[in-house]
């Protein structure tokens, strides 16, 4: 079975493409394929470093994203929905801490 040549389609404004964009075109462009904007914001005074802001931002699909190695939105406990297993956690171990430290009765 033979293929023919794989054909990539072209961006930007070249003579095959000569109808605008629309934004969902370039969403799915920059999703697919991700972009990076990293940049520094430093503050001096008389050569002394008073802030440095460090910036840096990926928007691309979560695919992408994962493909990358980036799922951090998959183990934060407050995006995930666990906040709420966390802190009835918390509370239980501070009840038997306290018990532990004999400040609580125990069917308290």
Do not use: C, F, Q
């Amino acid at each position: 079975m033979t293929s023919g040549p794989v054909v990539r389609p072209t961006y930007g404004s070249g003579p095959a493409n000569r109808e605008p964009a629309n934004l969902g075109d370039i969403l799915e462009r920059v999703l697919d394929r991700g972009i990076v904007i990293a940049g520094d914001i430093r503050v001096n005074l008389l050569d002394i470093e008073l802030l440095t802001i460090k910036l840096r931002l990926l928007i691309a699909s979560v695919d992408t994203a994962r493909e990358l190695g980036i799922d951090w939105w998959a183990h934060d406990p407050w995006l995930s929905g666990r906040d709420r297993e966390l802190v009835e956690e918390n509370r239980r171990l501070r009840r038997r801490l306290a018990v532990a430290e004999g400040r609580e009765e125990i069917g308290g």
